[in-house]
């Protein structure tokens, strides 16, 4: 049964009243991030947490956890949890923030969960990596490179910044997502030493030009 808005706030709030009063490190991040959940991921992170909600028509029920939150950063880089990925290599992937800070913002998240202390050189390789992307593709005045811990997962902000814009944290819709994964996902090389197929029909074979050879 589909959450309403009521529902969702109410949920939220109790949420946020949970965290507030919990041990985990950025509190003022993970409640951003809740807060800034639509109805249909707000959905998805209550699924993928093991949240229970029993519905009622006045929307006041707290909603009750089997396990503690699941990191939000593990079930993106386990393919559990829908997200806009740009590039990877064997440690960490590179996805579009969903409310980014500027136009091209990405997250480095690696695929372990791991301190900010432990962060692989591969994770800030692959940062350098897309922040080369993104002054190639986009032209910003400069690119911020960031390291943060949410749930105790680091990550790695890639932040983009314009001349005369104001960077500050705006929803992306589906379509500005999209957009800007096509133009900033690596292309898909082919192998070095694979041989191209060839595809020869008896017409194709027909109109192949005659050469004619003498054997001395």
């Known amino acids: ?24 490190e950025n509190k003022e991040q993970i409640k951003e991030h809740i807060q800034n959940l639509d109805e249909e991921q707000l959905e998805e992170f209550l699924k993928q947490n093991r949240i229970q909600v029993s519905p009622s ?4 029920e707290k909603p009750s956890a089997s396990s503690a939150p699941k990191c939000i950063f593990c079930s993106i880089t386990n393919n559990e949890t829908p997200s ?23 997250l480095i998240i690696p695929n372990e969960h791991t301190a ?9 390789g692959l940062a350098q990596k897309i922040a080369k992307k993104i002054k190639k593709k ?17 990550i790695i902000n890639v932040i983009p910044i314009y001349k005369n814009q104001k960077v500050e944290k705006i929803k992306a819709s589906e ?20 041989k191209r197929e060839l595809n020869l029909t008896k017409e194709s074979i027909k109109n192949l030009p005659k050469i004619s050879f003498r054997i001395p």
């Open 1 to 24: 049964m589909p959450i309403s808005k009521e529902q969702m706030d109410v949920i939220k709030k109790q949420l946020l009243k949970q965290i507030e009063s919990s041990q985990l």
């Open 57 to 60: 028509a006045s929307g006041a």
């Open 84 to 106: 806009y990925k740009i590039a990877e290599n064997k440690k960490a992937i590179a996805i579009l923030e969903i409310n980014p800070l500027s136009k091209g913002h990405a």
């Open 116 to 124: 900010i202390e432990k962060l692989p050189k591969s994770s800030l």
């Open 138 to 154: 986009l032209k910003p005045e400069d690119v911020k490179i960031e390291t943060a811990s949410i749930q105790e997962h680091a």
């Open 175 to 194: 379509k500005e997502l999209k957009e800007m994964q096509s133009i900033l996902q690596a292309k898909k090389r082919i192998p070095r030493g694979k």
